[in-house]
């Protein structure tokens, strides 16, 4: 970790461990008192009946939802409304917050809604309620600074809980029971009409009845029984006759016929017959015919035997009659069945209706019946219902407060400073864009670090006041000025590194950036002069053609320079100045040039490069920057090597990758990065480099301190 960052981590790491200390010595002690409230599903019951509020469920799966919901209970509003009234807390200035501590209350005061509900508000912040694992207890905290007045409220909370539970039921009870008496007037006055109802339909419509069934019911039962004797009767006359008629066909004299034989006539005419008939046998065996006695028998028996035959025609009349009297009445009792038959279907579309009612009435016996049984049942209740909850334990006087909590405030404000110091660290490598170390310059960009070129004012801040004058002036002056000061070696060490690459000797220096304003400019004449202070030949030559700042830095006004070398219209002798100042030349530029001619991809470009190798030691070509103009990157690849300047902390990343592409697309050989206009300050301070991060110990080594 940069030295940078181990500051701003135990930077930030101090200041909030420091914050947390003092916020825990000035937090105020507060002591937390604990009510175990118990929820017992178990059912005691001292009658039969069901409760108007059910008990608790026993099972786990809904057991669960209830004590989460009698958890949000004892958090409501409303519990905590009540134990404000009850204890009176509204003149507690702990919790009324428009009350001074101390402050004496006048017994008299009333207090305005809104103090009521603040007060209810800050006494519900100051609750706790939580189930205990996954029984069914339920843990009731209160926080005071007072330990009496948290052991106090905490068993109010519970204790209120429970009369709120019993209030609930006798409420619902009371209730119902009213509830349940207006409904069953009403039942009752809708059962007497139903009923009333049915009986109007009756006798509007013959519908009475006995025994279950109804009169022409009853009737139609009469004549069908009626009608089966009858005809029984018709068909055992007809047998009779029928028997009767076919005895005597087949030349029977009718005595032995059935109904003769039944007859007390034929039956006192066969005893005198059979007594003429022995008298006849008893004279034919003495007499023959003609004899007066035998004659007088025979007439007899004649005679007797006609009036056997008249009483069986008379008996077979009789037969006759009695079938034919019994057939006239079978047939009348059929009449009259088939006329209560079309009364019973006129009472039966009747009936229909008289179901109807019939039901109606029933559906009212039984919903009355239910009403009053549940009636009964809960007015059987009164006074015995039971709470389902009850205190498993009072909260006692916590004899020491619960916060704060120093090792645990101290432990985490170690880790929030852990946090937050990595989060700074973070936040600010995120908010930064620019370049800042040699590992930026490496591994984000994958070329060498050449050094780090400082702000002239960062590295003689502490000298006497007669270097600082010199500030006044230019850094260009001073490396001249100042020869064995920090700022000119520097360049000697950008020299060193940027000429240091393997293969040919390096001449020729291109010196760019890839914005404006990036110091390449005062690079080139720092890196030139510092050269030439060591006794090498030195050329300078300006190549931004749009804006030369190397001549106007430099200050002189010559009237050719380079673009009169290239075109021919000078010779390089005539337009090569003197730095009188260090030795260097220079070849600068006589005003802009605002010609669209590619110059320095021209043959004639080549050959004076040439030319300076054989002139110099070491070509500065101070070129335009990368992205804006494209003068700079066909100039790059003709050099031996470039030099890409980077504003310390400033030029944004991605501008310098991009530069560096478009420089390596166009086979130039890039020497490395400098960053230019670097706080050694900040450097030291903050640990931004590596070799920098010395700057204060070895500060001293150079001629200016």
């Not at 509900?117 to 706790?128: D, E, F, H, I, Q």
């Not at 109010?156 to 809980?161: I, M, N, R, S, V």
């Not at 007899?300 to 025609?313: F, G, K, S, T």
């Not at 010609?595 to 991809?601: E, Y």
Request: hydrophobic letters at 40%; one cysteine or more; a positive charge.
């Amino acid at each position: 970790m940069a030295l940078r960052h181990t500051k701003l981590f135990f930077g930030v790491f101090a200041l909030v461990l420091l914050v947390t200390l003092v916020a825990t010595l000035l937090q105020e002690p507060r002591y937390v008192a604990t009510a175990h409230v118990l929820l017992d599903p178990r059912e005691e019951r001292i009658s039969n009946e069901k409760e108007v509020l059910s008990e608790l469920p026993t099972d786990s799966a809904a057991g669960s939802y209830v004590v989460d919901t009698e958890v949000e209970i004892l958090r409501s509003p409303r519990l905590a409304r009540r134990v404000v009234d009850v204890l009176g807390l509204e003149k507690d200035p702990e919790f009324n917050r428009k009350l001074k501590r101390d402050e004496v209350i006048d017994p008299r005061r009333r207090f305005t809604e809104a103090e009521r509900a603040a007060t209810v508000a800050n006494v519900s912040k100051r609750l706790g309620v939580r189930r205990a694992a996954l029984t069914y207890i339920i843990d009731v905290s209160f926080t005071s600074r007072d330990p009496q007045k948290a052991a106090r409220i905490a068993n109010a909370f519970a204790d209120l809980y429970i009369v709120g539970q019993l209030e609930a039921k006798f409420g619902a009870n009371e209730q119902a029971t009213k509830w349940l008496q207006s409904r069953m007037t009403q039942l009752q006055a809708q059962v007497l009409s139903d009923e009333a109802a049915v009986q109007q339909y009756k006798i509007q419509n013959n519908l009475l009845s006995a025994s279950g069934a109804s009169l022409t019911e009853q009737e139609i039962s009469a004549h069908q029984e009626s009608l089966a004797v009858a005809r029984v009767q018709v068909a055992e006359d007809a047998a009779r006759l029928r028997t009767a008629r076919e005895q005597l066909a087949r030349g029977s004299r009718g005595d032995d016929v059935g109904e003769a034989l039944a007859s007390p006539v034929v039956q006192e005419l066969r005893k005198q017959r059979a007594e003429v008939s022995r008298k006849v046998a008893e004279l034919e065996v003495s007499f023959r015919d003609g004899y007066p006695e035998l004659d007088k028998a025979k007439s007899q028996l004649r005679d007797i035997d006609a009036e056997i035959q008249a009483e069986i025609q008379r008996t077979i009349a009789n037969l006759q009659a009695r079938l034919n009297v019994s057939q006239q009445r079978a047939a009348a009792i059929a009449s009259n069945l088939g006329g209560v038959k079309g009364q019973l279907t006129s009472n039966t579309r009747a009936l229909v209706r008289l179901n109807e009612l019939e039901r109606n009435a029933e559906a009212s016996r039984v919903l009355y019946g239910s009403y009053l049984n549940r009636f009964k049942e809960t007015s059987s209740q009164r006074g015995l219902a039971q709470a389902d909850a009850r205190i498993a334990s009072e909260a006692i006087v916590p004899l020491k407060p619960s916060s704060p909590n120093k090792k645990l405030n101290l432990a985490l404000g170690l880790i929030a400073g852990l946090g937050l110091g990595g989060v700074a660290i973070a936040l600010a490598e995120f908010m930064r864009v620019g370049l800042r170390t040699s590992d930026d310059v490496e591994q984000l960009l994958g070329h060498p670090y050449l050094g780090a070129i400082p702000e002239l004012s960062s590295v003689v801040a502490k000298a006497r006041g007669s270097v600082r004058n010199q500030l006044r002036g230019r850094p260009m002056d001073y490396v001249v000025a100042r020869p064995l000061s920090a700022f000119p070696e520097a360049f000697r060490n950008l020299k060193a590194s940027a000429l240091s690459l393997p293969g040919d000797p390096i001449r020729t220096v291109a010196v760019t950036s890839a914005l404006p304003r990036e110091g390449k400019s005062t690079v080139s004449i720092c890196l030139a002069r510092t050269a030439a202070l060591q006794g090498w030949r030195v050329l300078l030559v300006d190549c931004d053609l749009r804006r030369p700042g190397l001549t106007t830095a430099i200050g002189l006004e010559p009237k050719v320079g380079l673009i009169q070398v290239l075109t021919g219209e000078a010779k390089l002798e005539d337009a090569v100045l003197r730095d009188e100042a260090s030795g260097a030349d220079l070849l600068l530029l006589p005003g802009k040039f605002d010609a669209t001619n590619d110059v320095f991809g021209s043959g004639a470009m080549d050959r004076l490069l040439s030319e300076f190798k054989l002139h110099y030691d070491l070509v500065v070509l101070d070129t335009a920057p990368v992205l804006p103009v494209a003068d700079s990157r066909i100039l790059s690849a003709k050099a031996d090597t470039v030099i890409f300047a980077a504003n310390w902390n400033k030029t944004p990343r991605r501008a310098v990758q991009t530069a560096l592409k478009i420089l390596e697309s166009m086979g130039a050989r890039i020497a490395g990065v400098t960053l230019t206009r670097v706080n050694m300050e900040q450097q030291a301070r903050y640990g931004y480099g590596d070799a920098d991060y010395y700057f204060r110990d070895y500060r001293g080594y150079y001629a200016e301190t």
